[in-house]
């Protein structure tokens, strides 16, 4: 116990100034920490800006070694790709639905009795809601015990040549396969990163089954400018005799995943539509908002499905689907057990199409961050607001609050929002407040704050080009909170720039909002012309709020406006 503190000491004191680490010692010496102490020493682990754009040019390079050097993380904690197998994992990847195809299977599967493990990602408050434990993130104590268990190992297992810890992401999948055998859970269910082929999920060998959502556009610079590239990237995943499930795709991918599934030699069946399970059940109520929901639903049935198949080798009710000879067969609709109606009408998933009512204000939430995420956010928001709309009486303002990162096309996305008839559009960086100290969760050393500026001002200007909003020359001021960040911002009409997310929520809701109002941050200064702009805020009967964009954003907003996702 000595020399494991010892260990941890020691990267401590050498990470103490760049983690922001503030720690103490026992009467007998040793260390005592606490949880954000181990996020702190986790955010050490994110790849730094300066050599970011090194690596993903050697991930583009060389793929393969991530996954190479993944085995070798997981030999230094005393893992191995046959203990993984114990795991009795589902896999599931795609580029949107993933998330919430894992959730609706997670809490089929939990509502029929199992342990269950579900390991997503992004965060949306807090790190440990990536890995959970019977739909719930593991406790602060536990996710501090664990962390330290394999961070110990593996520091105490570096080379003199520099081999020493894994990225942010491979470690927390490290973790997570860590905390699911420790707490012997049932089964696991594992969303990929990126990808899917070297995704460093990806070494997983055996899934008892494997899922596949809609797939489109994202991440171009490590998967492939094309859809058929994105699509082989994704069907990586797929292994020799495990059976593929994956909703309706376009042609072009389609023709791919047929063709891996037949290399690999997968079985490969394309779910139904929602309705067709509908004709013998009824109506099936979702937990999630938007049209999109019903594949991802349906999907989730089969992957539940299958699992409880190998489980139970002989149920009546969730017989087997014949499996055909051609490429791609097609699965069979089922009625559903009244446990898996239960579980599709009460799955909870946080940030994607969310709704949350707070007096006068409500907030729509949802993390869209491709351009096919944002056709179905702006069709979930559009009906949602239309019946909102409806049933005041006085006047409503509609408020976008927006941010995208990485290498999204921003202008596209925005494109598909004007429609929306916005009054305000107002953009900030993915920064919750100005002082960040005691937010360790989120934390994000992969991009600097101008950079995050600088790309919250051209959204602006992508936004006023769209709505005609420009303004004539010699209409700039300073950024609107004052001596906080060196930059300068054009404000024009209906379009504002604030510096961090709190501010944005602070100057939209005017107060009105109760629980922002118990935040306990105090409320950030403007210019007296931007509060005038406010007025209209002030005076509606109603104030619709979209933030979307980006789930970082959306994590961000949610911190402050559910309390409940921080403690």
């Given at each position: 116990m000595v020399r494991y503190s010892l260990v941890i000491l020691s990267f401590l004191l050498h990470t103490k100034d760049q983690a922001g680490l503030h720690f103490s010692t026992s009467s007998t010496g040793l260390l005592i920490m606490d949880y954000e102490e181990a996020v702190c020493a986790l955010n050490t682990l994110q790849t730094n800006v300066s050599v970011l754009d090194q690596v993903r040019r050697e991930r583009s390079d060389q793929p393969e070694l991530q996954l190479q050097a993944m085995r070798g993380f997981l030999h230094r904690t005393g893992l191995t790709v046959d203990k993984l197998d114990l795991l009795?994992?589902?896999?599931?990847?795609?580029?949107?639905?993933?998330?919430?195809?894992?959730?609706?299977?997670?809490?089929?599967?939990?509502?029929?009795?199992?342990?269950?493990?579900?390991?997503?990602?992004?965060?949306?408050?807090?790190?440990?809601?990536?890995?959970?434990?019977?739909?719930?993130?593991?406790?602060?104590?536990?996710?501090?015990?664990?962390?330290?268990?394999?961070?110990?190992?593996?520091?105490?297992?570096?080379?003199?040549?520099?081999?020493?810890?894994?990225?942010?992401?491979?470690?927390?999948?490290?973790?997570?396969?860590?905390?699911?055998?420790?707490?012997?859970?049932?089964?696991?269910?594992?969303?990929?990163?990126?990808?899917?082929?070297?995704?460093?999920?990806?070494?997983?060998?055996?899934?008892?089954?494997?899922?596949?959502?809609?797939?489109?556009?994202?991440?171009?610079?490590?998967?492939?400018?094309?859809?058929?590239?994105?699509?082989?990237?994704?069907?990586?995943?797929?292994?020799?005799?495990?059976?593929?499930?994956?909703?309706?795709?376009?042609?072009?991918?389609?023709?791919?995943?047929?063709?891996?599934?037949?290399?690999?030699?997968?079985?490969?069946?394309?779910?139904?539509?929602?309705?067709?399970?509908?004709?013998?059940?009824?109506?099936?109520?979702?937990?999630?908002?938007?049209?999109?929901?019903?594949?991802?639903?349906?999907l989730a049935l089969q992957l539940s499905k299958t699992w409880l198949q190998r489980y139970r080798q002989s149920d009546d009710q969730l017989a087997a689907p014949v499996v055909e000879t051609r490429l791609v067969s097609q699965a069979t609709a089922f009625?559903?057990?009244?446990?898996?109606?239960?579980?599709?009408?009460?799955?909870?998933?946080?940030?994607?199409?969310?709704?949350?009512?707070?007096g006068p204000v409500t907030y729509y939430l949802d993390g869209a961050h491709t351009t096919g995420s944002m056709q179905a956010c702006v069709h979930w928001f559009s009906q949602e607001i239309q019946q909102e709309e409806s049933s005041n009486r006085g006047p409503v303002i509609r408020v976008l609050l927006f941010n995208t990162t990485g290498e999204r096309d921003s202008a596209a996305m925005l494109k598909l929002l004007e429609p929306c008839q916005f009054d305000f559009a107002v953009f900030c960086p993915n920064i919750t407040e100005t002082i960040t100290e005691n937010n360790a969760d989120q934390q994000n050393f992969?991009?600097?704050?101008?950079?995050?500026?600088?790309?919250?001002?051209?959204?602006?200007?992508?936004?006023?080009?769209?709505?005609?909003?420009?303004?004539?020359?010699?209409?700039?001021?300073?950024?609107?909170?004052?001596?906080?960040?060196?930059?300068l911002a054009k404000t024009r009409t209906n379009t504002l720039v604030f510096p961090c997310i709190l501010s944005a929520l602070q100057w939209i809701s005017q107060g009105r909002d109760t629980v922002l109002a118990t935040a306990g941050s105090p409320y950030l200064p403007v210019q007296p012309s931007v509060m005038a702009k406010a007025e209209p805020l002030r005076k509606a009967a109603q104030v619709s709020v979209l933030v979307t964009g980006s789930l970082h954003l959306v994590g961000g907003a949610l911190k402050y406006l559910d309390p409940s996702l921080a403690s």
């Open positions: 009795n994992i589902i896999h599931v990847t795609g580029t949107k639905g993933k998330g919430s195809t894992c959730a609706f299977t997670e809490r089929i599967l939990r509502d029929y009795g199992f342990r269950t493990g579900f390991y997503s990602s992004p965060h949306l408050v807090q790190v440990r809601e990536r890995i959970r434990i019977n739909g719930q993130p593991i406790s602060k104590e536990l996710f501090t015990k664990y962390f330290w268990e394999v961070f110990a190992q593996l520091d105490d297992t570096k080379d003199s040549h520099g081999v020493s810890m894994p990225a942010y992401f491979s470690f927390l999948t490290i973790l997570a396969f860590h905390v699911f055998l420790q707490e012997r859970v049932d089964l696991a269910v594992i969303e990929v990163g990126i990808g899917g082929a070297y995704d460093c999920t990806n070494i997983i060998r055996k899934p008892w089954v494997c899922g596949i959502s809609s797939l489109g556009i994202d991440h171009t610079s490590i998967l492939g400018d094309t859809i058929e590239e994105i699509a082989w990237q994704k069907a990586g995943i797929f292994k020799p005799g495990v059976p593929v499930f994956t909703v309706k795709q376009p042609d072009r991918p389609m023709t791919v995943l047929q063709g891996r599934a037949k290399e690999i030699r997968c079985p490969l069946w394309v779910c139904p539509d929602l309705e067709q399970y509908e004709s013998g059940a009824g109506h099936l109520s979702l937990g999630l908002a938007g049209q999109q929901q019903r594949c991802n639903a349906s009625k559903p057990s009244p446990i898996m109606v239960k579980g599709l009408e009460a799955t909870e998933w946080p940030g994607r199409t969310q709704t949350l009512r707070h992969n991009v600097s704050v101008e950079n995050m500026l600088t790309r919250c001002l051209d959204n602006q200007i992508s936004w006023q080009s769209l709505s005609g909003t420009e303004t004539k020359q010699g209409s700039e001021s300073e950024l609107l909170i004052k001596d906080r960040l060196p930059l």
